[in-house]
């Protein structure tokens, strides 16, 4: 028992000898490996250091882009003042054509189009009197009973040179004065003046096509900017989508492209002299011109019983003036244009009507020739004038 405690005493501790060597003590090569991490770990350190640095850098060069592009946009939204800008700012694509562009350039908007192809009159005009329930001079039925229509479904044709005169011109002399005539000196306006009777008829009963953005409530219009853009006829309009949250439409308008004045001579006793006195009558109407079958240029207009349809009856004569204004050109003959119109009534055409607008005065209608004398004025309400033009002056 003793013999056998010894020896396996004796082979622990050999076994312990053994075990703890110095061979057994070596760490060189975890050492190595540590050596090796560490090294790793500052190469690590100093990448890390220059990616913040340059993610540093990045985030600032990011923040100066956002500013310039902040920059650049309220720019750009400066720069907006058509609606075809603002559509395209939607991602809605298209471009501006004017409604007034010659037709074998662009074709006229198809809703003018139409409605000049129709007897359809309100279509394009309207009343914007205090009751535009009766239009469009109260209740006197259709446009056709005081208006002739305007539209010639023919094509136009090449009216010529404005300044080949129609009619005789009158001779200018610095020292004439010609009320006949209506010559006053030299005609500084000669070269602007409309002397060919197709042109200045072509002038005259022309318009300009334009659309404007018209508020309504009724559910046909666009409350958003991306709406108006889809909306029919879009490429005629110029003027910015008002975008207030309202309701618009896009609304066809046609105006006269000049003013058309009416010329004649109030004649009166003075209350206190009693002696006849003689002023100007100046007015505004829309008359038109054409060419009849007779060979004769005819101004025609209806209007009410005013001192320019009394003097023209009485007086039998009238001066006329169509005048266009640009105010955004140099040379003054270029920026008054028009002519001036010599004529005479024509009472065989011309119509004296009641106060309806539309019952023509016994013995005063139209094709009855009748004279100054017999007209009752207690009985006349509208005047159906029409002039016969004999002749075309120029301006000034």
């Known amino acids: 028992m003793k013999k056998t405690f010894k020896l396996s005493v ?24 540590i050596e090796q991490l ?16 340059a993610n540093d850098s990045l985030v600032e060069d990011n ?38 562009a010659p037709a074998d350039e662009e074709p006229l908007v198809a809703a003018f189009a139409s409605a000049m192809a129709s007897d ?33 479904e023919t094509p136009p044709v090449d009216p ?7 009619f005789p011109q009158p001779e200018p002399d610095d020292t004439l004065v010609d009320g006949k005539t209506g010559a006053s000196g030299s005609f500084y306006y000669g070269t602007g003046s409309f002397l060919n009777a197709d042109y200045l008829a072509q002038r005259l009963n022309g318009s300009i096509y334009n659309y404007e953005w018209k508020e309504v409530s ?12 889809g909306l029919q006829n879009r490429e005629y309009m110029a003027d910015m989508f008002p975008n207030d949250g309202k309701e618009y439409q896009l609304s066809a308008i046609k105006n006269q492209m000049g003013a058309k004045l009416v010329t004649t001579v109030n004649k009166f006793t003075d209350d206190e002299t009693a002696e006849m006195v003689e002023t100007p009558n100046v007015a505004i109407f829309g008359y038109g011109m054409k060419l ?52 005479t009534i024509d009472y065989e055409r011309t119509a004296l009507k009641g106060f309806d607008w539309v019952t023509e005065v016994p013995g005063l209608g139209a094709g009855e020739d009748f004279t100054p ?7 006349v309400g509208a005047c159906s004038l029409v002039i016969k033009v004999d002749g075309i002056i120029p301006l000034g």
Not at 20 to 29: A, K, L, V
Not at 123 to 143: F, I, K, L, Q, R
């Open 373 to 379: 004398s017999d007209v009752d004025w207690t009985k």
């Open 63 to 100: 923040a100066n882009l956002v500013t310039k592009a902040d920059e650049l946009q309220t720019k750009a939204v400066g720069y907006i003042s058509t609606f075809a800008h603002q559509c395209a700012e939607e991602g809605v694509n298209f471009d501006y054509i004017d409604p007034n």
């Open 120 to 152: 359809d009159c309100m279509s394009c005009h309207n009343y914007e009197g205090s009751d535009p329930a009766n239009v469009p001079h109260g209740d006197y039925g259709t446009c056709s009973n005081c208006h002739d229509n305007p539209h010639d």
């Open 38 to 53: 560490e090294a790793q770990n500052a190469e690590l350190n100093t990448k890390n250091t220059e990616l913040t640095a």
């Open 218 to 229: 009724d559910g046909s219009g666009a409350k958003t900017l991306k709406t108006a853009c």
């Open 160 to 166: 010529g040179d404005p300044q080949d005169p129609t």
């Open 292 to 343: 009849e079958d007779d060979g004769n240029y005819y101004v025609s207009m209806s209007i009410g019983k005013n001192n320019t349809c009394y003097n023209a009856v009485t007086e039998g004569e009238t001066r006329l003036a169509y005048y266009e204004y640009s105010p955004m050109l140099s040379a003054k003959f270029e920026r008054n244009m028009g002519a001036r119109i010599l004529g």
């Open 10 to 33: 004796l082979c622990i501790a050999m076994l312990g000898l053994t075990a703890c060597s110095d061979d057994d003590t070596d760490t060189s090569g975890l050492e190595n490996q």
